[in-house]
Nanobody, 120 residues
């Protein structure tokens, strides 16, 4: 499975972006898909995950971010609202055969990352 993440960009604080993660060479149907981010000088951190049962969000984005999937388009979305400067990072999508997981080393397939920059 190859993953393509897109939708990053530069916005001011309070703005919104929608990230997309599209799969090729396979389908998301039975996979758990996670979003992780890595800011300069920081470790990769969990943001959100979704599977056929439900979704999960890290505490810092609850109420601002939403995770969804469109199986017909083989795409998972991360809608990011009320963005803050601390959300600035490279965002990665990843997939695994298990359910949603907050642990990056559970994921076998990774996209290339998309940069999100939030200015104050």
């Amino acid at each position: 499975v190859q993953l393509q993440a897109s939708g990053g960009g530069s916005v001011q604080a309070g703005g919104s972006l929608r990230l997309s993660c599209t799969a090729s060479g396979g389908t998301f149907g039975s996979l758990g898909v996670g979003w992780f981010r890595q800011a300069p000088g920081k470790e990769r951190e969990f943001v959100a995950a979704i599977d056929g049962v439900g979704t999960a969000l890290t505490d810092s984005v609850v109420g601002r971010f939403a995770n969804s999937r469109d199986d017909a388009k083989n795409t998972v979305y991360l809608q990011m609202n009320s963005l803050k400067p601390e959300d600035t990072a490279v965002y990665y999508c990843a997939a695994q055969s298990g359910g949603r997981s907050p642990w990056w080393d559970d994921y076998a397939y990774w996209g290339q990352g998309t940069l999100v920059t939030v200015s104050s």
